[in-house]
């Protein structure tokens, strides 16, 4: 008879929002609308794209507009159906079953699945209590477990905490792992390491068009290391990872630089005021801390984070839930007001 595999027992898969709301604020998405000008030229795009045939299998012009954006050498660089394929492609190929990756929690949950989900041992690494990164703790931890792989988001989701580029160099120089440095929110911080991969062996980035580059509905990501990693890499994914059309936009979104740096800055400010407005309430009515943090999202430190979490909800605003914390996406003015709004209400109350 057929069985499933025990793995899903464990039943430990990403959660992700099913009730229909009001306001968005809980995937950290981006929450600004193309601009007419890159809207037109994406329809010219997908006009020029012919469906009967498969993409291009390297997504070369993509891979050539992040190359030049970021001032690398293609070589370096391998395109997947978002990070989160790439995530679970690095399992398949920098390990073998049975072998140890880290993580530093909190971090993103999708580590710890797609590890597990290709039979690899998970080693978790505890941040300090104000959720900022003991560097020396995870180089012993690595070294001690043997550990392969070690991966991490950067800065963190979801605790919107950083670690510096001169820190990250650490764990690469002194884990003895493949560090995987997940920038998916570096473009709103400055500290990226992605121009030290030439003096590593065992450092490789990942960054995702689905958040400062407000593409998450393509499903675009990169892996950017030395060549002997990409190579692995490009060898074990699947053919046609990446849709035509993904190919397509994504080239036009990172071409466009002026652009997409003025949405960033945009972002950032949004991201400033929730934290100034959240803040204050904070200090007004001690019922909660905010992490001091570098992302488009504030993180709230809080007793009964189910209670804020659900009255939120019922008055139509979802904001994320994960790790004991609660993770909110910064949004349009008048989304961050209400969730202001309803804030200032929930806590008056308590
Ligand atoms: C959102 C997010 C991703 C997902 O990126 P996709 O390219 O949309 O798959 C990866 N890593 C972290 C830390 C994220 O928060």
Avoid at 15 to 38: G, M, Q, V
Avoid at 99 to 116: H, L, Q, V
Avoid at 127 to 152: G, H, Q, S
Wanted: glycine share 4%.
């Amino acid at each position: 008879m057929f069985k499933l595999s025990d793995k899903f027992i464990s039943n430990n898969s990403y959660t992700t929002n099913e009730r229909k709301y009001e306001i968005y604020l809980d995937a950290n998405e981006s929450f600004i609308p193309l601009p007419n000008e890159i809207m037109e030229e994406m329809i010219d795009g997908f006009n020029a794209v012919s469906l009967n045939r498969y993409p291009d299998p390297m997504a070369a012009e993509v891979s050539e507009a992040f190359a030049k954006r970021y001032d690398i050498p293609l070589s370096n660089v391998v395109a997947g159906n978002g990070s989160d394929e790439l995530i679970s492609l690095l399992f398949a190929t920098f390990m073998e079953p049975g072998e140890n990756f880290a993580t530093i929690s909190p971090d993103f949950s999708m580590y710890e699945i797609s590890g597990r989900n290709s039979h690899m041992n998970h080693i978790s690494i505890e941040k300090n209590a104000d959720f900022t990164i003991d560097v020396d703790r995870v180089i012993t931890a690595c070294r001690e477990n043997d550990v392969k792989l070690l991966i991490f988001s950067n800065p963190c989701n979801p605790t919107s905490v950083g670690l510096s580029r001169e820190k990250v160099l650490r764990l690469a120089a002194e884990s003895g792992a493949l560090v995987v440095a997940d920038e998916a929110y570096m473009e709103f911080w400055d500290e990226s390491v992605i121009d030290d991969i030439p003096d590593y062996e065992n450092l490789l980035v990942l960054k995702t068009c689905s958040k400062a580059f407000g593409l998450a509905g393509i499903r675009l990501g990169f892996a950017i290391a030395n060549e002997p990693l990409i190579n692995a890499i490009k060898s074990i994914k699947s053919p046609y990872n990446v849709n035509s059309i993904s190919q397509v936009l994504g080239k036009i979104i990172l071409l466009h630089k002026n652009l997409t740096e003025q949405s960033i800055r945009d972002i950032i400010s949004s991201r400033e005021d929730v934290e100034r407005e959240l803040l204050e309430l904070s200090a007004k009515t001690g019922a909660f801390k905010v992490i001091n943090g570098v992302a488009n999202f504030v993180t709230l430190v809080m007793d009964s984070p189910e209670n804020f979490h659900g009255y939120l909800a019922d008055c139509g605003i979802a904001v994320r839930l994960t790790s004991g914390l609660v993770r909110i996406t910064a949004g349009t003015k008048e989304e961050n007001e209400s969730l202001l709004a309803a804030a200032r209400k929930y806590f008056a109350k308590e």
